[in-house]
């Protein structure tokens, strides 16, 4: 049967089914995992959508970094601000609905640049719970790449575990001649 060839029908049947079952294993569980943390976070992202603008001032707002080298570091960005509903004070510490932990440092200053401690800003409440809270309302690019990583990374998990599965058919129909060794 034609195939891919990533593993080669030589290697046998039991490697192959191996690999197939690691392959869909591997990708399969790194998709699920993305397809959940990009959901989770689209849905609140979408609901967002139609939360309610109020008016804030924000307390404190930064970032931390994580890693020794420079190209390799990633940073969380951290904010807090305090808004009132109908007389009731609320505080805050939500920036968006995007993986706060994935940032390079760059693109952590840059996101906080219009929050700095002491600003006035909006913040967008849920008029059903006003204690939920964001800055950035909305579904934004990363919410969206981790979507697309997770669909992509199951489909190559299962497009290789077929792959494999079908070497092993081959394999098992058509093993490798014997050569002797003398």
Known sequence: MPRLGVLEDGFGTP????AALTFLGIFGTLGVYLLSQASDNMALAAAS?????????ILESGFSVRGVQKRKQAATTHVRYQYKV?????????????????????????KLQPYPPGADCTVYY??????????????QSSNQLYFWLG????????????????????????????????
């Open 49 to 57: 959508e139609d939360w309610q603008p109020t008016e804030g001032k």
């Open 126 to 139: 849920d008029p059903q719970s006003p204690s939920n809270s964001v800055l950035i309302k909305g579904v």
């Open 15 to 18: 490697i192959l089914i191996v």
């Open 86 to 110: 109908d007389n009731t004070t609320y505080t805050g510490t939500t920036l968006s609905f995007e993986k706060q932990d994935s940032f390079s440092p760059a693109v952590a200053e840059a």
């Open 151 to 182: 669909l992509a990374s199951i489909l190559c998990g299962i497009v290789l575990a077929i792959d494999c599965g079908l070497g092993a058919i081959n394999a098992h129909r058509f093993p490798p001649p014997k050569v002797p060794l003398f």
